[in-house]
């Protein structure tokens, strides 16, 4: 028998290859006129095209976004958009960007019009995160939640292939959390399968053929499934040892998630065997373990915590830092046990079942 609650995200999604062609519709629809264009220093020449295809639409390009969402970064883009007398903001790019999209809203009530060129899903959600003296705060916000995504695949053809396997299997976290969340809920476990399912077809066909646009589009639509869960329900113990160690150790986003999924899922596998099933299922495998391990590892991916800056001295340290304000999580959090999911994922070792 069921219970739950559902809370729908009021987002606008237009999805599709050559979708990008509906921007200026999609900025009027939102009621603005002056839009400013947010893009990491890299992806200029991409925010620079959004603002050609904007024309007179277009306030200005602010092309300082970084991970994390600095706040000095964040006070500088909120006062340009104020100054340019900005009414909203398009973020083209990855997670970093769509941040600090959030981070104007957050402030101004600006509304943002996302366009995601990795699978990080942060566009799909109500969080926002903000670095202030070394110390990154998230909360929920509505204001934040970009009202409009336009999801072009042919814009993440761009992203390189180990990028676009990392970023990938940081969105099937978020969908292998949600099947065990304490408040998930039907809608979401058909999203997260569904999710999963498209990439796990996706990234070794990306893998294969950097260019193969069928496996883009998978990939994308798979992103856009797996952020709506993030968006929906409360994330476990994987999340919160990522935060832990993108946040205090300063390890690269996608990258930790990757490696961290297969042992974090092995660590709550008996816990919440409905969950493990229907991921493996997903992944058209006998173990979620294992198979988030195989589609890391054979895909050319990281699955060390040594081999993407870790120092083995610092393990205990984000122990206790992970065994602090703990997530809800399937299974209670054994300090021994986890202290040993951090040695196992910091050598790469092959999870259990
Ligand atoms: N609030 C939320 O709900 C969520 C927030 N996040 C946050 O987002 C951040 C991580 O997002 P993520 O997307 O992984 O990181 P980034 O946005 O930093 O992007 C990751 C990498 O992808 C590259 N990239 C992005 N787009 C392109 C492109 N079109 N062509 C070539 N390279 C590209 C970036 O290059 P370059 O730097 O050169 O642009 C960067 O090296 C973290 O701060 C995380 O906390 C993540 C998920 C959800
Ligand atoms: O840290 C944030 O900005 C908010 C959430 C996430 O990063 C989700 C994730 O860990 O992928």
């Not at 991970?67 to 958009?81: F, L, Y």
Request: with cysteine; proline share 5%.
């Amino acid at each position: 028998m069921k219970n739950f609650v559902y809370n729908g995200q009021p987002s606008r999604v237009v999805f599709g290859a050559g979708s990008l062609q509906y921007l200026g519709r999609e900025i009027e629809a939102l009621g603005a006129n002056k839009a400013l264009v947010l893009s990491t220093p890299e992806q200029r020449a991409s925010a620079e095209m959004i603002a050609d295809l904007l024309g007179s639409r277009a306030a200005g390009v602010f092309d300082r976004a970084v991970m994390h969402v600095p706040i000095e970064t964040a006070r500088e883009a909120r006062e340009i958009a104020r100054k340019l007398g900005a009414d909203c903001a398009v973020a083209i790019g990855g997670g970093s960007t769509t941040g600090l999209g959030k981070a104007i809203a957050l402030d101004s009530g600006l509304p943002i019009l996302a366009i995601p060129t990795t699978y990080a899903g942060s566009e799909m959600t109500p969080i926002y995160g903000i670095t202030e003296a070394g110390i990154k705060k998230t909360g929920k916000d509505a204001r934040v939640l970009p009202r409009t995504v336009i999801y072009d695949p042919e814009l993440s053809l761009s992203l390189p292939v180990g990028m676009s396997i990392t970023s990938g299997i940081n969105a099937i976290a978020h969908a292998a959390e949600g099947l065990y969340a304490v408040d998930g809920n039907p809608i979401m476990d058909l999203m997260a399968k569904e999710g999963m399912a498209a990439l796990g077809r996706a990234l070794p066909a990306i893998k294969k053929v950097a260019n193969d646009m069928t496996a883009r589009s998978d990939a994308l639509y798979g992103a856009w499934l797996c952020g709506t869960v993030l968006g929906n329900v409360g994330m476990a113990l994987h999340h919160k040892l990522c935060h832990t160690l993108g946040g205090s150790f300063n390890l690269p986003h996608a990258e930790t998630h990757t490696i961290v999924l297969p042992h974090a899922l092995a660590y709550n596998a008996a816990a919440a065997p409905e969950a493990m099933l229907a991921i493996a299922g997903a992944l058209n495998a006998k173990s979620a373990a294992q198979a988030v391990f195989g589609l890391a590892k054979d895909n050319g991916a990281p699955v060390a915590l040594r081999d993407i800056g870790m120092k083995e001295s610092d393990l205990d340290k984000a122990c206790d830092i992970a065994m602090q304000n703990q997530y809800p999580n399937p299974r209670p959090l054994e300090r021994a046990a986890i202290r040993q999911l951090l040695q196992d994922a910091f050598e790469g070792a092959r999870p259990g079942s």
